[in-house]
């Protein structure tokens, strides 16, 4: 079955965050694993947020430990210069940080998230659902390995990321933009992963239909954004998210089974 073909983004169902979130609360299972694992990608994120910037500010923190010392109207704008040079390193250190706290939970947390996801399939197609092989030891460590995948691509966003921010007027469009597809490729990997599709058509899935990918990531990338609170956030929409992702998908394989 190739899902890929036929990028029906115009006549597919769309489901609103809304039916969501009613599915994960008409569903004490799901409900209860959401809860479960939106304790430990918190847990585990902020635990790796502080490390990071504990780790970092071992090493630069004296690069601004004190002011240029100068006299007259060169000096004000060195003064000012230097304020605004702590200031950006002070916002990227911290988000690119955040980042790599929150990856490191995403993959450590892949196989609950999976299961999740494997779940509201499950409940959602009903009679319709398909089977596989159900839990083992070597699908929890597929689901790490796809993750790992996922995360490592991720690092290279963050980068390219870096570099589109350079760009003057529109790097900060870019950058917003490039989140938003890659917050949709965290989130289909689970889906997408069941079917066993390569990380090379999860992006074709991407690019294909990218009207969708742009209605799936919008939220959770702006929501990344949001400085020091964006980690208990992510924690707590991230189950949502899944499910809500897991859905929309799942009726674009329906879709494309039955072309």
């Not at 390193?89 to 980042?99: G, N, T």
């Not at 597929?142 to 570099?163: P, R, Y």
């Not at 992702?245 to 879709?255: E, Q």
Request: charged share 15%; hydrophobic share 55%; net charge positive.
């Amino acid at each position: 079955m190739n899902i890929l073909k036929n990028d029906n983004d115009g006549t597919e169902k769309w489901l609103p965050l809304t039916f969501s979130l009613r599915f994960i609360f008409t569903h004490m299972s799901i409900l209860g694993l959401s809860l479960l694992l939106m304790a430990c990608t918190a847990l585990l994120t902020w635990l790796g947020y502080m490390l990071t910037i504990h780790f970092v500010d071992g090493l630069t923190g004296h690069f601004f430990q004190q002011a240029p010392e100068a006299a007259g109207v060169v000096g004000w704008f060195l003064i000012k210069g230097w304020w605004a040079l702590k200031f950006i390193f002070m916002i990227f250190s911290r988000l690119i940080a955040f980042y790599l706290a929150f990856l490191i939970s995403y993959t450590l947390t892949s196989p609950g998230y999976a299961f999740l996801s494997l779940s509201t399939e499950k409940r959602y197609l009903g009679e319709n659902f398909t089977e596989d092989e159900g839990f083992s030891w070597a699908g929890i460590v597929k689901d790490l390995v796809e993750g790992c995948k996922i995360g490592v691509f991720g690092l290279g966003v963050t980068v390219a990321a870096i570099m589109l921010n350079l760009i003057p007027v529109v790097g900060a469009g870019l950058v917003i933009l490039l989140y938003i597809f890659y917050s949709a490729l965290m989130f289909i990997d689970y889906p997408a992963s069941r079917q066993r599709w390569s990380l090379g058509e999860k992006l074709s899935w991407i690019k294909k239909r990218w009207r969708r990918a742009i209605r799936l990531g919008w939220l959770p990338a702006l929501i990344s954004m949001i400085p020091i609170v964006n980690i208990f956030f992510m924690a707590l929409c991230f189950p949502l998210f899944t499910v809500h992702t897991t859905l929309n998908f799942v009726d674009t394989a329906i879709t494309a089974k039955s072309d």
